[in-house]
């Protein structure tokens, strides 16, 4: 299965240690000779890890600029809603122009690509148990694909490879209904800088302005907006149109100059946000 691919790979996962990147960055280069494997780790927290993951998609695929590549996502609780699975959230494939993604299907992962992109889209699923046979494995390796916990491992980049290398699957069915996130808080920078899904005609961004949002029942925020960081004043938490989004679709950051927005008006991602004037 091994053959020469010369593009670039990135991992979205909700997987954070050493021996699992460790073991995933082996499986996907002995798959694809020549690549180079770019990991994204986002939290293993179920209440936020798909909004992560659907914001760092996002920006991985504006990263790519519209050169050839392969995306993996792997945002796969086994509990709550994702117990309707036999395994876990099936995989799918969707080929965006030069990209193509291979990921989970569950929750918010492919809502914020929807979103900016302004199409819905249809991924392709390949069930487990009915691509695994038609893969050139022992029956050994095949039985322990189908029952292995570690799907991210065993199974997702031999889906890409036998895809991508023009080895086609049987298409098990097709996947559409990709639910629309509410306004959130998707993603804590190094600095502390507050990343949401907030497009600025969604709040009527104007600089000089105050915009109202609300987070949950008990925490609001009158905050000002400015055209870029550096015209924040010191200690001032405010909106800016940040860097993260794809073309002309940039979402709202909230930032505070000088220090971390995040710890500062005690935010964490995947909290809801509400625009009240």
Known sequence: MNQE???????????????????????????????SVVFVRVSSNLSSADVEAAINLVDIIDAYDGHPGIILVNVAPRNGNAKRWPNGTPFGWLQLGNLAIFTTIDGYTLSLIQKVLKQQ?????????????????????????I???????DYLPRLAAEIVHGRPLPITETFSEIPIMPLSTCWIDSFGNIKTNI???????????DRVLRVGENKQFRLPCYERLKDIPD?????????????????????????????????TTGEQLRYIK
């Not at 593009?7 to 690549?35: A, E, K, M, Q, W």
């Not at 497009?199 to 302005?209: N, R, S, T």
């Open 5 to 35: 691919y010369l593009h670039p790979i990135t991992y979205i996962t909700d997987c954070r240690d050493d021996n699992t990147l460790g073991r995933l960055r082996t499986r996907v280069s002995t798959l694809f000779s020549g690549s």
């Open 147 to 153: 029952n292995t916990q570690f799907r991210s491992f």
């Open 199 to 209: 497009l600025p005609e969604e709040i009527d961004f104007k600089v000089g302005e």
């Open 121 to 145: 889209l249809t991924v392709k699923i390949y069930d487990i148990p009915t691509c695994v046979p038609k893969m050139d494995l022992s029956a050994e390796t095949q039985k322990r694909i």
């Open 235 to 267: 200690n001032v938490a405010a909106l800016t149109v940040g860097s993260s989004g794809l073309g002309d679709k940039r979402f709202i950051e909230i930032m505070k100059q000088g220090k971390s927005a995040a710890c500062e008006l005690g935010l």
